[in-house]
T-cell receptor, first 107, second 113 residues
Framework: KNEVEQSPQNLTAQEGEFITINCSYS?????LHWLQQHPGGGIVSLFM???GKKKHGRLIATINIQEKHSSLHITASHPRDSAVYICAVSFNNDMRFGAGTRLTVKP | DVKVTQSSRYLVKRTGEKVFLECVQDMDHENMFWYRQDPGLGLRLIYF???????EKGDIPEGYSVSREKKERFSLILESASTNQTSMYLCASSFSGRSYEQYFGPGTRLTVT
């Protein structure tokens, strides 16, 4: 069983829509990461958080430690947001990754 | 800006060949990692290194070895490539302590025929 579960696996949205990607984990963590991977492979870190909420432009990440759950929101989605979004958790000097959510935003 | 580079973006090799994948980082990071990424499985750790000449097995080390002779360089070696090693290989680096943010290279898509 994977320690990190993401949903949905695939998501298609129209430009302008509000998007939510969910991540649940089963272990005690020191931090949760949201990563973005564009076609072609490169991965960039969007957020690292251990409590509460962080915002960067149109992206918002929240975490509920008690519920072991995090969400990534994208407001006013744009085709350039199309990518794979990966949730990862750090715990016990280890890091585990979710399988990713493939987001396609259509114009 | 942190830069992590990988020696090739695309590689095609034959079964049985020895394959070298190289990763270089320019941020003086102590930790370096090799992952493979397969559809539906996410990133899986092959090996990581926390210092020069030090290495630890990850979740799927079988069929792979690594070398870290210099702090900035971490090599992944497939001793005898097999078709089930066809995958995307990603290198990453971070400061020491594995909860720290990892910086990823662009990936190498390896096809073994």
């Amino acid at each position: 069983k994977n320690e990190v579960e993401q949903s949905p696996q695939n998501l298609t949205a129209q430009e302008g829509e509000f998007i939510t990607i969910n991540c649940s984990y089963s272990v005690g963590i020191s931090a949760l990461h949201w990563l973005q991977q564009h076609p072609g492979g490169g991965i960039v870190s969007l957020f690292m958080l251990s409590s509460g909420k962080k915002k960067h432009g149109r992206l918002i990440a929240t975490i509920n430690i008690q519920e072991k759950h995090s969400s990534l929101h994208i407001t006013a989605s744009h085709p350039r947001d199309s990518a794979v979004y990966i949730c990862a958790v750090s715990f016990n000097n280890d890091m585990r990754f979710g399988a990713g959510t493939r987001l396609t935003v259509k114009p | 800006d942190v830069k992590v580079t990988q020696s090739s973006r695309y590689l095609v090799k034959r079964t049985g060949e020895k394959v070298f994948l190289e990763c270089v980082q320019d941020m003086d990071h102590e930790n370096m990692f090799w992952y493979r990424q397969d559809p539906g499985l996410g990133l899986r750790l092959i090996y990581f290194s926390y210092d020069v000449k030090m290495k630890e097995k990850g979740d799927i080390p079988e069929g792979y070895s690594v070398s870290r002779e210099k702090k900035e360089r971490f090599s992944l070696i497939l001793e005898s490539a097999s078709t089930n090693q066809t995958s995307m290989y990603l290198c990453a680096s971070s400061f020491s302590g594995r909860s720290y943010e990892q910086y990823f290279g662009p990936g190498t898509r390896l096809t073994v025929t």
